[in-house]
């Protein structure tokens, strides 16, 4: 069974850091593309960031690129996010998913952990 648990959320002032974490379990992690997606208060869900071990440097939303940093530890199964200069409008509930590929298309999320809310504020 496929199991993504994320945390690290919390809050946090505008310009802090928190880095999330997503201990990964029951399939091969290492060996699939895995993505932070967020959604906002009211708000639809908004894919964040990408890491696929297939190639060569992570992708980034526009908003988060120089400030959010995607990373793995494939001896722990765990995906990070070490999220810097933080703003009001990153606050959300952040979640970790596991890409779908058919051929080179990234198709989609099958798996989804519960996510955990960050919140940025003074």
């Known amino acids: 069974e496929v199991t993504l648990v994320e945390s690290g959320g919390g809050w946090v002032q505008p310009g802090g850091s928190l880095r999330l974490s997503c201990a990964a379990s029951g399939f091969t992690f290492g060996t699939f593309a895995m993505a932070w997606v967020r959604q906002a208060p009211g708000k639809g869900l908004e894919w964040v960031s990408r890491?696929?071990?297939?190639?060569?440097?992570?992708f980034y939303k526009d908003s988060v690129k120089g400030r959010f940093t995607i990373s793995t530890d494939n001896a722990k199964n765990t995906l990070y996010l070490q999220m810097n200069s933080l703003k009001s409008e990153d606050t959300a509930v952040y979640y970790c998913a596991k890409e779908l590929l058919k051929g080179d298309f990234y198709v989609g999320m099958d798996y989804w952990g519960k996510g955990t809310l960050v919140t940025v504020s003074s």
């Open positions: 890491i696929d071990p297939y190639k060569p440097n992570p």
